[in-house]
């Protein structure tokens, strides 16, 4: 694969449904080809816009879906004195923490983060989401994992967003308002991007969609410590964190580290949810700890912060995510899941 690879697959770019000769318009500045790995350098200005930047995103999806790329990583550069002059990065892209904060319109922005993955941190972050809804907040949901989106499964949404003057237009959702790089790529496609490119499709997320100033946005982040928790601690606001951990040790360890990364970069975390915290017999109500007992509340303790509350371990909640309807908009929720949502909302709201 070489630059006219490249080239001949920018040839069937289109943009709002239309064909765009991105290479007679001199958009791309310079494309570079190694290893099978893709960097586009746009020329954009030193402050690229909200519509600069979703084109840019666009080209690179369209790249990496329609190309053997393994990753396809954008670089804005700028000429200040006219074509003859080289290209240099932007003070946007060299900097990003100098940047100012992405307004989002809501008034508060709630994290959902696991130090590692399998904990049910997703399931528990869109049923969160919904009793919000439920409990009468204007709610936002957005999917930050970009290696492993899981929305557009665990609500039964398979279809691209609109975009409509350079804003991309969430979807509608269970009463929620959603939004998911897994809405906007070839679900058969794995998504092999290098940081840079993550950061910039969490940002268009977070700055190119018209979320609607809703009361709380809900960020289900990707499990760990890397580019997508710095990124919003950089670029937005955030309010509240809340972690998700089963009872096991193994899962507290990560817990920690977790903590200790959101007190590093400035962002508060209100408490710690227990997934997987028993399991009730069905037949006689007896209650068994297959990952250990209290775990969690004993690492809330530990840090100082809230013990949120245990979810039981149950296949209802299982089975909704694979149904694509969240197990508290489906038509009988278990007592026990219902229950324990309202306590941790109660909480979270206080």
């Known amino acids: 694969m070489n630059q006219q690879d490249i080239k001949a697959t920018l040839s069937s770019f289109t943009y709002d449904g239309k064909p765009r000769d991105i290479l007679k318009e001199q958009v791309i500045d ?3 080809v190694k290893d099978r790995l893709v960097q586009i350098a746009f020329v954009m200005g030193n402050n690229p816009d909200s519509r600069q930047r979703h084109l840019a995103l666009a080209i690179c999806h ?23 002059q080289p290209a240099r990065p932007s003070q946007e892209t060299s900097s990003p923490a100098a940047r100012e904060k992405i307004d989002t319109g809501a008034k508060r922005v ?23 809804q439920q409990a009468g907040q204007k709610v936002g949901l957005l999917d930050a994992d970009i290696y492993g989106p899981s ?18 237009i969430p979807v509608d959702s269970f009463g929620l308002k959603t939004m998911s790089i897994g809405y906007m790529i070839d679900p058969a496609k794995p ?12 940002e268009q997320m977070l700055k190119d969609v018209a979320w609607g100033n809703p009361d709380i946005l809900v960020i289900d982040l990707p499990p760990g410590t890397g580019d997508a928790q710095l990124t919003l601690a950089q670029r937005v606001v955030v309010h509240d964190a809340i ?16 903590i200790g ?16 915290a028993y399991y009730a017999c069905p037949c006689c109500g007896e209650k068994s700890f297959p990952f250990g007992n209290d775990g969690a509340r004993v690492a809330a303790e530990e840090y100082g912060v809230a013990y949120l509350g245990g979810l039981p371990l149950m296949p209802e909640l299982r089975s909704s995510g694979d149904s694509g309807i969240p197990h508290l908009a489906g038509e009988e929720p278990s007592p026990e899941a219902r229950q324990a949502f309202d306590r941790i909302v109660k909480v979270v709201m206080g």
């Open 30 to 32: 310079a494309i570079e």
């Open 62 to 84: 369209h790249v990496a879906n329609n190309s053997d790329a393994q990753s396809v990583t954008p670089v804005f550069v700028s000429r200040q004195h006219g074509d003859k």
């Open 110 to 132: 709630i994290l959902v983060a696991s130090g590692k993955g399998g904990v049910g941190k997703s399931t528990v972050a869109v049923n969160l989401a919904v009793a919000l």
């Open 151 to 168: 929305l557009p499964t665990m609500l039964g949404h398979h279809q691209k967003p609109e975009s409509i003057d350079g804003k991309i």
């Open 191 to 202: 998504v092999v991007w290098r940081g840079p490119m993550v950061m910039g499709a969490i």
């Open 243 to 258: 972690i998700v951990s089963t009872p096991q040790e193994l899962a507290l360890a990560d817990v920690r580290r977790g």
């Open 261 to 276: 990364m959101f007190r590093q970069v400035g962002i508060p975390v209100t408490g710690i949810i227990e997934n997987m």
